[in-house]
């Protein structure tokens, strides 16, 4: 079962590490977010933009050459005739310069020689042409149009798509190219947040934008090769990479980003953050350790004064009934004997009883505590007449000093009980003064005193703080005395050597009470 300390201490973890952990859950969710919009939406966006581009413009081009290679036209009759040539060459420059690209065109007769173009003579890349290898190899075994990245000299590859030219008996006549520079491509897709990469089926970088992200082979890097929305390193720099497939498989488009400092900036961010952290939990945790043993040291406290506030009424209360049965019965004969004196009697008792349960006043002042006890000495003396000597020795200076309740009479009535001398006389002195800032109070008898052996015992009961059924007066005034003030205050004991009982009061000199 908890301790009260430890349900304090796991309530003010809980409170005050929520809203820390909170922050740092928030933090997380944003840090993803982040990602989650600034890289991954958006390569998503744009490499779904550039492949749109890219398939658009092969698309457009192969509709181009397809609808040359249906018109049947005899690419070798063209050396015959002049006023054809200039009719399809501004078909066809028409055709190109609808997108004003920069891309070229040539017509091609079925030995691979040009029969026209936009140009004076064929690109240096795409020489030699001829039937056994690159684009006329695949033109002349099929009929639709076909796409191929050559490459050009400078490094870049320029995309040719073209189409065989056939006559209406199927026969092969020629063939048709157009010619799209790769800056042309390049300035379609280029993105300002991220790099394109465009592959061909055989691993081979046709198109990039950007850095270099190919080896010395023309080949896709194999940290990048086959990668779709994953993070990967290259050349020791991090990037975000995704991909997506054209041409019917044929080609493969991948967005490359570079989140190297992305990643830093986040890493510092959740770095602070877990800093933040790592020097406010222990703050906090000392905090809630020193808070919860503050509220526990406080309940406990609130407690311990409850349970003195109940022993002090308790004390309080107690009112010697040998006092009271002795004091009626004085009164029961006194009535026969002397009628005055037994209502002087009851004058004095009823007095004093309304003394002892008087409101929630708890302290008053010396001098009104010593006339409710001279009441009591006055009902005394009616018991015992002229045995009983009772003498005061009290500096006025003092009876401003606010005191406990009858805090006297219990002391007095002690004396009075075992304070016999051996000539059957009672005397008891009472002295109060001003010592060290404290007051002091005696009440000193003449009589036998308490043998050494007793004297020890009542001692180590007024230490200990046992509660006997002897000498309750006194163990009662002295544990009042340490409930209110602290236990460097109380009741001692002594038999002087002259004879007698020496009880000695020690309390604060205050003019104002405490609250308890």
């Known amino acids: 079962m908890k301790t009260l300390q430890e349900e304090v201490r796991w309530s003010l973890t809980k409170y005050a590490l929520l809203p820390v952990l909170l922050l740092m859950l928030v933090g997380l969710i944003l840090v993803g977010a ?25 698309h457009d081009y192969e509709e181009r050459a397809e609808r040359v ?7 070798a009759a063209l050396y015959l005739s002049g006023k054809k040539k200039a009719e399809l060459y501004a078909y066809l420059y028409h055709e190109v310069n609808i997108a004003h690209d920069g891309t070229m065109f040539f017509l091609l007769d079925a030995e691979s020689h040009m029969v026209l173009g936009n140009r004076d003579a064929l690109p240096e890349h795409l020489m030699p042409l001829n039937t056994s290898w690159g684009i006329l190899r695949r033109l002349v075994r099929q009929e639709d149009p076909t796409a191929e990245f050559v ?30 520079p790769a800056e042309y491509l390049q300035k379609s897709i280029a993105s300002p ?26 080949k896709m890097a194999v940290e990048l090769h086959g990668s779709d929305h994953v993070l990967t390193v290259f050349h020791k720099q991090q990037y975000y990479v995704t991909s997506v497939p054209l041409a019917a498989g044929e080609l493969t488009l991948y967005t490359v980003m570079p989140v190297s400092g992305l990643l830093q900036r986040y890493a510092l961010g959740i770095s602070i953050l877990f800093a933040v952290l790592a020097f406010l939990i222990p703050i906090l945790l000392i905090s809630i350790r020193r808070e919860s043993q503050a509220r526990a040291k406080a309940v406990a406290e609130e407690e311990a004064r409850a349970v003195a506030i109940s022993e002090v009424r308790r004390l309080e209360s107690q009112f010697n009934p040998h006092f009271l049965f002795n004091t009626l019965e004085n009164i029961k004969f006194m009535v026969r004997l002397d009628p005055e004196a037994a209502q002087r009697m009851l004058v004095d008792l009823s007095q004093l009883l309304r003394y002892s349960i008087k409101g929630k ?5 010396l001098v009104e505590d010593l006339a409710y006890t001279h009441s009591y000495i006055e009902i005394q003396k009616y018991r015992f007449g002229k045995r009983l000597v009772y003498q005061e020795d009290i500096s006025e200076d003092v009876y401003d000093c606010l005191v406990p309740r009858l805090i006297f009479q219990p002391v007095i009535e002690n004396a009075i009980r075992y304070g016999i001398s051996a000539d059957g006389v009672i005397r008891v002195a009472v002295t109060a003064a001003r010592q060290k800032g404290n007051l002091k109070v005696t009440v000193q008898d003449q009589g036998l005193g308490l043998p050494e052996k007793r004297l020890q015992e009542i001692r180590q009961m007024l230490s200990e703080g046992a509660d006997p059924a002897v000498h309750t007066g006194i163990y009662n005034i002295h544990r009042r005395l340490q409930l209110l003030y602290g236990r460097s205050y ?20 205050r003019k104002e009470g405490i609250d308890i």
């Not at 290679?69 to 690419?75: A, R, V």
């Not at 394109?196 to 023309?218: A, P």
């Open 193 to 218: 947040y991220l790099d394109f990469v465009l592959e061909d089926r055989f691993g081979n970088v046709c198109l990039q934008t950007g850095r270099d992200y190919g080896s010395s082979l023309h």
């Open 69 to 75: 290679g249906q018109m049947h036209i005899d690419p």
């Open 34 to 58: 982040s990602w989650k919009h600034y890289v991954v939406n958006l390569s998503d966006e744009r490499r779904m933009l550039a492949a749109e581009v890219l398939a658009g413009e092969i």
């Open 151 to 180: 490459l050009r000299n400078d490094g870049l590859q320029d995309l040719v798509i073209g189409s065989s030219m056939r006559g209406e008996d199927g026969q092969l006549q020629g063939y048709i190219l157009f010619l799209v």
């Open 490 to 509: 109380g009741l001692k004991i002594d038999c002087p050597a002259e004879g007698g009982t020496l009880i000695v009061l020690t309390l604060p000199s």
């Open 361 to 365: 006043e708890r302290f008053v002042e």
